[in-house]
């Protein structure tokens, strides 16, 4: 019988990052051969760990940021790869987030909505952190606008965020021009900005919209208003990791140095789901389109909520957004229903009325007009890209 390597991974099951990562590695599991697997499960650069010394073993994973455990994977000749991220590579192969991708694709987001000013809250200290901020700032300078900057020193993930710290972030919110859109370089810190601009009294996203990085649906969605979030690959990093170790610890060499891998996309939520340009009647209607669409709610009960002429109001849409009221109306049902297609084990017919339609049918007409598929080949198709994973980018 073949024996099965033996693979220490140190990777945190405390955050949704580690998660994700752990998860890529057991699709890879999946479909190869299988490990014999220790998982450290403390926090990241906390205990150090000591054991790896001694340790008999064949490969390990590693998302710990320190000179010791370099060291220590030498010594004991372990192949080993590396999957940190808040300080530079100490010359094991590494994958990461594509983090300068990350960076551009939030100033994209929040410069397609057309806000006067911009800016980033986030960290210093975590090459991670300064690499997003770095990218977005460039990006906007591309664009010809500038960004105002917060930073303060890195805490822990599940750290306290002290009173004093949350005053500095809601005084600094109150010295920005506004409207302004913040990028926030993971969710954790852009529930602190939430939570300043509640404490402030700023309104999210009218005043203030915020764009966090991870999508971690559970953050995401408890706060008010829910947080748009950058969708990093984070499970394909998993995966191309244990497939670099297996090819490691069989006598192989790595081909590069470091990869990054570029993020999915954006999962839009009403923290930046707005247009901004000054316009109060068209900004209130696009709300309560965006809040309300699958609810089954008419372009009438759009006109009762911000009281203007219905000419007025499909001026306001063609003009700023390219199309009509009821087509705004149907863009959001649309964007959750494919959601739920990829997401839920919903019926199709049940899923239908979740997003405001009372017949299956005409759902299926506009689904399939708008789409190019019908529901059912629409889920069929994303659930099968998601079993085969999505392609990596590196460079």
Known sequence: ?????RVALLIETSTIVGRRLLQGITRYLRSHRSWSIFLEQREVDTV???WLRTWRGDGVISRWSSPYVVQAL??????????????????LPRINPDDQAIGRLAAEHLLERRFPSFAYCGFSGVLWATRRKEAFLEELARAGQTGHVYESPWREPGAH???????????????LPRPVGILTPNDVRGIDVLDA????????????AVIGVDDDALLCEICYPPLSSIVPNTEQIGYEAAALLDQLMEGDRADFAERFVLPVGVTTRLSTD???????DLAAAVRFIRENACHGVTVADVLEHVAISRSTLERKFRSCLGRSPQAEIRTVQLARAKQLLAEADHAIHRIAELVGYQHIEYFNVVF????????GQ???????????????ESD
């Open 197 to 208: 601009c509640q404490t402030c009294g700023l309104r999210v996203p009218d005043e203030v």
């Open 48 to 50: 150090r760990p000591d």
């Open 378 to 392: 629409y889920r069929h198709q994303v659930r099968t890209l998601k079993t085969l994973g999505p392609r990596v």
């Open 161 to 175: 965020l002290q009173e004093d710290e949350q005053a500095r972030i809601g005084h600094w919110l109150q010295t």
């Open 274 to 280: 707005v247009l901004a340009g000054g316009d109060e």
């Open 74 to 91: 030498r010594e004991r000749h372990l192949a080993a790869v590396d999957l940190s991220n808040r300080r530079p590579a100490f010359g």
């Open 1 to 5: 019988m073949t024996r099965r390597p």
């Open 368 to 375: 399939k007009r708008e789409v190019g598929q019908t529901p």
